[in-house]
Each structure stands twice: as structure tokens, then as C-alpha cells.
Antibody, heavy 122, light 110 residues
Framework: QVQLVESGGGVVQPGGSLRLSCAAS????????MHWVRQAPGKGLEWVAF????????YYADSARGRFAISRSNSKSTLYLQMDSLRDEDTALYYC???????????????WGQGTPVTVSS | QSALTQPPSVSGSPGQSVTISCTGT?????????VSWYQQPPGTAPRLMIY???TRPSGVPDRFSGSKSGNTASLTISGLRAEDEAHYYC??????????FGGGTKLTVL
């Protein structure tokens, strides 16, 4: 069955950096686009970024563009999110999610991990 | 990339039907049949309930159905059950190849 396991979250000071990872199993990782979605405490879902199956096309929310970088290693079946210049408002639970369509454009989030928490605080 | 508009809360009694709306623009909901709905009980990860406006993934009860008219999509839950109580979120693909979520709706089963 599909499994997505996020890691790398933690507490970081404003202006700091973190690198999140998402280990995938149970499907052919290299065939599917992948998303990062976050949820601030007590708030709704916010889409962060998407990467196509081959890693060549990446898309970002305005809040992430220029500070965050999504990438993937198909050989390791792992998705990454490099987060730089972190702000208080980046505090959230960060989920990785799988696109439902092989070679799809990123139109939905089919399977979700359990999330990794990121706290930005001085 | 403004969030899609959902009512903050809806409620219904067991056995009744409820409908949750999701309003976007001609740059997202109105232009693409790529609207999804997610269920999130407290303390859990979201679960995909509907994608491509009307399609249920395997394992989702047929009590859940989706539709769309113009810039507004809707999720209808019929035969309401206590276990349906959760937050529900819509999402849509957009004209700039991003995804946008709604603000979420809390469903209370009375």
C-alpha cells in the first residue's frame, strides 16, 4: 500500500533553514508528481509546491516562491522541501502528498503522509 | 492565489443530506474540471473523497457526491452519519498550474 513518511521538521529561529524529506513506498515513485501542503495550527490547508515526475518542472505558491525549493530523488523514492529565510508564519504541519495520475499535472492530492511539524520561533 | 470560498460551518441530523459549496473564479474552478474534496477528522491527515469534480476514489462511500456549476463546486453528503463529522476542504487546479484550497468547512452531525 502507498506510504508517505515525512521527516526533518523541528524548531528553527526566524531566518533559519530546514530541509524536509518524504520517503515514499508502495508505488512507482518516478511516475507521479508530488506535492507539499501545510497546515498552520488550528488553520486550513495551504498548498505549497508541486514537482513533476521527472523533477524538471516545479510550481510554487506565492508564499513559498523564492524561499522554498522542492526537489526529488527518484532513485531514493524521496521528496524534499528546502526551506530558507523562514518566518513565524511558516509554522505549520507539513504534509507530502501524491498526485493521483501517472504523469499528471498536479491537480489533486490522493495519498497524504502524517506530516512533520515545523516551528519558527525565537 | 486567493483561497476558494467555503462556508465556515454546516450541520445536519443523522440520515439527512448536507451540501458544502466551494466558490472560486474563472481562473480555477470555472475553467477546469479538477476540483477535489478532502475530509479531515480532528488530529488526522486529510483523506481524498472526490477528485475531478465527481469521481470517488476506491473505498469512498457513494453517499459522497460532487458537482460543479460555473465557478462553484459542491460536495453533497447524503444519509449523514456520526462518523462524517469532520472538516472538509475543496481544492482546484488553476490557470498557472498551481493548486488552491478552500478555507475549510466544519461539518457537525447533530
Amino acid at each position: 500500500q502507498v506510504q508517505l513518511v515525512e521527516s526533518g521538521g523541528g524548531v528553527v529561529q526566524p531566518g533559519g533553514s530546514l530541509r524536509l524529506s518524504c520517503a515514499a513506498s508502495g508505488f512507482t515513485f518516478s511516475n507521479y508528481g508530488m506535492h507539499w501542503v501545510r497546515q498552520a495550527p488550528g488553520k486550513g490547508l495551504e498548498w505549497v509546491a508541486f514537482v513533476r515526475p521527472d523533477g524538471n518542472k516545479k510550481y510554487y505558491a506565492d508564499s513559498a516562491r523564492g524561499r522554498f525549493a522542492i526537489s526529488r530523488s527518484n532513485s531514493k523514492s524521496t521528496l524534499y522541501l528546502q526551506m530558507d529565510s523562514l518566518r513565524d508564519e511558516d509554522t505549520a504541519l507539513y504534509y507530502c502528498a501524491k498526485d493521483p495520475f501517472s504523469y499528471g499535472a498536479g491537480s489533486s492530492c490522493e495519498y497524504w503522509g502524517q506530516g512533520t511539524p515545523v516551528t519558527v520561533s525565537s | 492565489q486567493s483561497a476558494l470560498t467555503q462556508p465556515p460551518s454546516v450541520s445536519g441530523s443523522p440520515g439527512q443530506s448536507v451540501t458544502i459549496s466551494c466558490t472560486g473564479t474563472s481562473s480555477d474552478v470555472g475553467s477546469y474540471d479538477r476540483v477535489s474534496w478532502y475530509q479531515q477528522p480532528p488530529g488526522t491527515a486529510p483523506r481524498l473523497m472526490i477528485y475531478d469534480v465527481v469521481t470517488r476514489p476506491s473505498g469512498v462511500p457513494d453517499r459522497f457526491s460532487g458537482s460543479k456549476s460555473g465557478n462553484t463546486a459542491s460536495l453533497t453528503i447524503s444519509g449523514l452519519r456520526a462518523e462524517d463529522e469532520a472538516h472538509y476542504y475543496c481544492s482546484s487546479f488553476t490557470s498557472i498550474s498551481t493548486l488552491v484550497f478552500g478555507g475549510g468547512t466544519k461539518l457537525t452531525v447533530l
